[in-house]
Every structure is written in structure tokens, then in C-alpha cells.
């Protein structure tokens, strides 16, 4: 069964990694959120992109919960001893892949291209894809006026509280033809929406037009898991921001803002009585928090077994 998952970085690569195990990896390709992505000291940072490159390869730090394992501070110490910025945490292995990244771009070769290669370098065989090799940039709005992403959600800390998103470049954006091929393949059995941050992890990917496009015209059924498990996130700001934009901080709240896209949701068994007010929309409990490599392996049965069961849309 081939799968399409549309992820973030930290809760979305979870479940990307339950689906590599799940499906075997050539059947998953993962198409990643950009818009965090952003240029530091000449280099162009991805955050998502990365996140999902360490956790499939095998590379991420388990403890610290981001970045790549066995990490160093050697440049971050020279940085500040130098007056440069520290705000934003560059460890000197990941550097590497954002100096090789940079520099590739620079040369000529497109985000896909060089996401490809450094993926392969990793050993992973499922598909890893930026949403676009066009730029999308997240801002948000706040009580002291429009910011730009990282600096709101590292620098500050993801405050203060949001109040509107705007995604530049989205309307212009075009998904790379590795994208739209991958949602066209009629051999499709399932889009999965990872527990991601709705607002800004999948809504940027779903404003860019011909990514909607090509999704509403796909016949794989579009399964969603919940990001919110007993009114609360696993971490970062998606409760916040739900409270923020008014709307009720739950797994249904999250359902009903993804809307007629979706044709199942999977909630964590806590949320299950309030879920079944989504109706007709097919809703699974099962556990949803993923702590462990079985967790992320189980959750991703639990969501193919479901598309399987739901079947294509027409
Ligand atoms: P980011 O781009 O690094 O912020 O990561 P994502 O947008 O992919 O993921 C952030 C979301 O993942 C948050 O809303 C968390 O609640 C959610 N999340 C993290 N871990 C888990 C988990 O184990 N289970 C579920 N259901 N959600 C999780």
C-alpha cells in the first residue's frame, strides 16, 4: 500500500517513522512543511525537513527530543564568543547539512534534488519531499505586530499569542512534480495528516492551491490523527493556539478545522466519547501518544488499517 503523509517536524516524524516500519519504506513518501524553514547566517535552515531526515536516518537525539545525536556546540561557543547570534540553536553536525544544503542551492540544484541525496546518504529509502522548491514563510500576527517565524518560535518562545497567519508565497507556490506525482499515483491507498501542528506545520502545505487541488482530486482516502490528546498538546504551542483562534482546545476541534477534507480521524481513547460527536465522519481511538518505537509502529497499523477499511473516496 503506498502512502502520501503530510508532516511537521517533532510530532509528525514520529508517525513517520511508525509508517516506514509499518509499509516497509518504499511505499512512504513524506512531504514536508517549509515554511519554518528560514536563512541564519547565510545558510538556509529547515527545520522540518531536517527533523524528518535525522528521525528516518536514524540520526536524531532521542533525549533532547530534536537535532542529531551526538551532537557538538563548537561553533555555537565561537559564535557567541564573537558577538554573533545565539538565539537559534546550530549544532556543528547539523551545520554541516545546512552548509552542504546552502551551498548546493546556491550551485543551481532545487530543495527536492539535494533533500533527495542527503536522504540517500542516510540509507532511507522511503521518499522524503519539501512541499515546494518554491519559498513559503510563515508570519504571525501578535498584539505587537506581524513576525517572522523562528524569531517568534524559538527566539520568543512562541509568544506572544498569535492572533492571524499569513503564509507568503503560498498562492504562487507550486508543489514540486515529485509531489503532485506521488498524490496522483493511482496506486495510492491513504494521505495521512500527521499529528502535526494544524496551523502551522499542515495549513501552509493546504494554502498553496495546487497542493489542495491535487488532494481534493485524489482518490485515497484522507486519514488525520490528533495532535491534541485530553484537551492538551504533547508540546508546542497547537493548544495555545487553538484557545488563541477561539475554538475549543480538542481532538474535534482539530477535526473540524481540517473539515470535509479528511474521510477518518484518529483520536487517542481519552477522546473517544467526545469524538463521536463528528459523525458521520469515521473516528478511531486507540493510543496516540508515541513514546516509544512500538508506539509510532502501532499507531501507523492502526492508520492504514483504517484507509484500508474506509477504501478509496469514488
Ligand atoms: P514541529 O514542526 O516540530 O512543531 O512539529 P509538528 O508540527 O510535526 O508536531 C507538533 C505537534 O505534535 C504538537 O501539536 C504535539 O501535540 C504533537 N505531538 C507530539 N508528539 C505526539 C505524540 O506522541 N502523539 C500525538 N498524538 N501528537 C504528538
Known amino acids: 500500500m503506498k502512502v502520501v503523509a503530510l508532516s511537521g517536524g517533532i510530532g509528525g516524524a514520529k508517525l513517520a517513522l511508525g ?19 528560514f536563512e541564519h547566517l547565510g545558510l538556509l535552515v529547515c527545520p522540518d525537513l531536517d527533523t524528518l531526515l535525522y528521525t528516518l536516518g536514524g540520526r536524531a537525539d532521542a533525549e533532547r527530543g530534536w537535532g542529531r545525536a551526538g551532537e557538538s556546540w563548537g561553533c555555537m561557543a565561537a ?18 547539512t545546512h552548509l552542504l ?16 541525496d542527503l536522504a540517500a546518504r ?4 522511503a521518499t522524503l519531499l519539501p512541499m515546494s522548491d518554491d519559498p513559503v514563510r510563515t508570519r504571525l500576527k501578535t498584539a505587537q ?26 498562492e504562487a507556490a507550486r508543489p514540486s512534480d515529485a509531489v503532485l506525482a506521488a498524490l496522483a499515483d493511482t496506486e495510492l491507498g491513504a494521505v495521512v ?9 499542515i495549513d501552509p502545505m493546504l494554502a498553496m492551491p495546487w497542493l489542495r487541488a491535487a488532494l481534493h482530486g485524489c482518490r485515497a482516502p484522507v486519514i488525520a490523527v490528533s495532535p491534541i490528546i485530553a484537551g492538551q498538546a ?5 493548544a495555545r493556539m487553538l484557545a488563541g483562534f477561539g475554538l475549543e482546545v480538542s481532538a474535534t476541534a482539530v477535526a473540524r478545522h481540517y473539515g470535509e477534507r479528511l474521510s477518518g480521524y484518529v483520536v487517542d481513547s481519552q477522546d473517544a466519547a467526545a469524538a463521536a460527536a463528528l459523525a458521520p465522519l469515521p473516528v478511531r481511538a486507540t493510543r ?9 509502529i502501532a499507531l501507523a497499523r492502526e492508520v492504514l488499517d483504517m484507509a484500508r477499511s474506509i477504501g478509496p473516496r469514488r
Not at 517572522?148 to 507568503?168: H, I
Request: a negative charge; charged letters at 20%.
Open 288 to 296: 496516540t501518544l508515541m513514546v516509544s518505537l512500538d508506539d509510532r
Open 122 to 125: 542516510f540509507g532511507i529509502a
Open 145 to 170: 505586530g506581524w513576525m517572522e517565524f523562528q524569531p517568534w518560535f524559538v527566539g520568543r518562545r512562541a509568544e506572544p499569542a498569535v492572533t492571524a497567519l499569513d503564509f507568503a508565497g503560498a
Open 79 to 96: 559564535l557567541a564568543e564573537l558577538g554573533g547570534p545565539d538565539w537559534f540553536q546550530l549544532g556543528d553536525r547539523d551545520l554541516a
Open 234 to 238: 504533547v508540546k508546542g504551542p497547537t
Open 101 to 116: 544544503r546552502t551551498s548546493r542551492l546556491r550551485a543551481g540544484e532545487t530543495l527536492t534534488a539535494v533533500m533527495s
Open 19 to 37: 509508517l516506514m516500519h509499518a509499509l516497509g519504506p518504499r511505499e512512504l513518501t513524506v512531504v514536508a512543511n517549509t515554511a519554518d524553514d
Open 193 to 201: 495528516l500527521c499529528p502535526s501542528n494544524p496551523f502551522i506545520s
